[in-house]
């Protein structure tokens, strides 16, 4: 099919560069999606007929690296932007491709392939659109792709309770996107869901970590972790968030994350993956420190002691970056010392470097618990006085 999406010009650039040299090559994946959902797309993924070490003759190798071991693809870079070029791959043969003991799981998934069997090996019919951008062309080589995107329908390539069992983590991939637009399971891809549900426990926790900080960038997180709960996958995926799904705890961390991820699109804050960390874990502290909704803990009697064991243990069984983790915890810490407006306490909040994240949350709080914002604006200004006289002196030492 024919048509113009908005590809930036240094995507094109890079597509059109391998086409001259002689390599099909096409924008694949969440971005074209996204781009036919009328969305802004964080970023272009490509997906070339040329090898790794063909990228990298293509654009030199100042610009190409050969990056990862088992699944190797290109990074290359092109006008400032970094972009994915990855090597047309196929489903790998019955044989070489399982693990024996788990049945059909997929162990290596890195023989090269056709843009066909790239399309084909893909794992929901929304996800396997190719573009095309100087031809201005969509490629829907499963044939159902543009369809399901238009009826809103996730729907597995081939036969869903096999797809699921190859990759357990496509259940949570299939309600990622149930959340995110708001698309309905196809029936069979539901069914199948349902009853392979239990194989997410043998997805890699590496993945399941990366997932989760996806989800939690997304902008869509609150929507994809309530189709999560509606399945039944949350249970499996963040236990302790579904323990306390149905109480105020849970009602309070979605409301929470809601708002971060309204402002967010608001433009008010940049997307912080250790502010979504603090936003969810915040009415986790509040229940556990003792106090009411709406009244901060006071700083000490070991609650940051506390901060620390619910932010390290809220998200596991998978394990969130020890530096996000280090993040959170400051930014929580500094919330209730921000509250008791003592101004004795104020160096030590303008001068942490997570004080643009704890103020926000301040506002993320106050717009949930609906109270004025106009004391924060003042007590609270966006560039911190004090750092910004510090800037100036360490700028001046610099440059002596
Ligand atoms: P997002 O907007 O979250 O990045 P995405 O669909 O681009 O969504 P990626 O994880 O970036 O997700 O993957 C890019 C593409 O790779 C997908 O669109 C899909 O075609 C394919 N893909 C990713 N994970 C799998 C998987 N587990 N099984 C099969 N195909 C996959
Ligand atoms: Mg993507």
Same mark, same amino acid.
């Given at each position: ?56 003759? &293509? ?15 290109? *990074? ?16 790998? %043969? ?39 951008? %100087? ?9 159902? %792709? ?5 009826? %809103?329908? &996730? ?73 999560? *709960? ?91 970056? &020890? ?33 643009? *994240? ?9 717009? &949930? ?32």
């Amino acid at each position: 099919m024919k048509k113009e999406l908005p590809v930036s010009a240094n995507a094109k650039n890079v597509v059109s560069r391998l086409q001259e040299a002689g390599y099909e090559t096409y924008i694949v994946g969440g971005a074209i999606r996204d781009m036919l959902m009328g969305r802004t797309p964080k970023d272009f993924d490509i997906s070339t007929a040329a090898t790794p070490e063909e990228i990298r003759q &293509v654009f030199g190798r100042r610009s190409a690296r050969i990056i990862g071991k088992r699944f190797r693809l290109a *990074h290359v870079y092109c006008g400032g932007e970094l972009f994915e070029v990855a090597t047309f791959r196929r489903a790998p %043969g019955k044989n070489d491709q399982t693990s024996g003991e788990e049945g059909n799981l997929i162990v290596s998934d890195n023989v090269f392939g056709t843009s066909f069997e790239d399309a084909a090996r893909r794992d929901f019919t929304v996800n396997a659109l190719f573009y095309d951008p %100087g031809k201005r062309e969509i490629k829907d080589f499963t044939g159902q %792709g543009l369809g399901d995107i238009e009826r %809103g329908i &996730v729907r597995a390539i081939g036969d869903p309770g096999l797809r699921f069992e190859e990759d357990p983590v496509r259940l949570l991939r299939a309600l990622k996107l149930v959340g995110q637009y708001d698309f309905s399971l196809d029936s069979a891809t539901e069914n199948a869901l349902f009853s392979k549900l239990p194989l997410f426990e043998l997805a890699s926790p590496s993945r399941r970590a990366l997932e989760l900080e996806k989800i939690l960038q997304s902008g869509y997180g609150d929507r994809q972790l309530e189709a999560f *709960h509606d399945y039944g996958l949350l249970s499996l995926f963040l236990p302790r968030l579904d323990q306390v799904w149905e109480k105020e705890t849970g009602r309070r961390a979605m409301s929470l994350l809601f708002e971060r991820n309204c402002r967010m699109e608001e433009g008010f804050f940049r997307n912080s993956l250790s502010l979504a960390v603090a936003v969810i874990a915040l009415p986790f502290v509040e229940a556990a420190l003792g106090r009411a909704a709406g009244t901060l803990w006071s700083p000490g009697d070991g609650a940051d002691e506390t901060v620390e064991q619910i932010v390290g243990t809220l998200f596991q069984p998978q394990n969130l970056m &020890v530096r996000v983790r280090e993040a959170a915890c400051r930014i929580l810490a500094l919330l209730p010392l921000m509250e008791m407006r003592d101004s004795r306490m104020e160096r030590r909040i303008f001068s942490s470097r997570s004080y643009g *994240h704890a103020r926000e949350l301040a506002f993320i709080l106050a717009a &949930v618990d609906k109270k004025d914002p106009g004391e924060l604006e003042r007590l609270w200004p966006e560039i911190p006085p004090e750092r910004g006289s510090r800037n100036r002196r360490s700028r001046g030492r610099r440059s002596r």
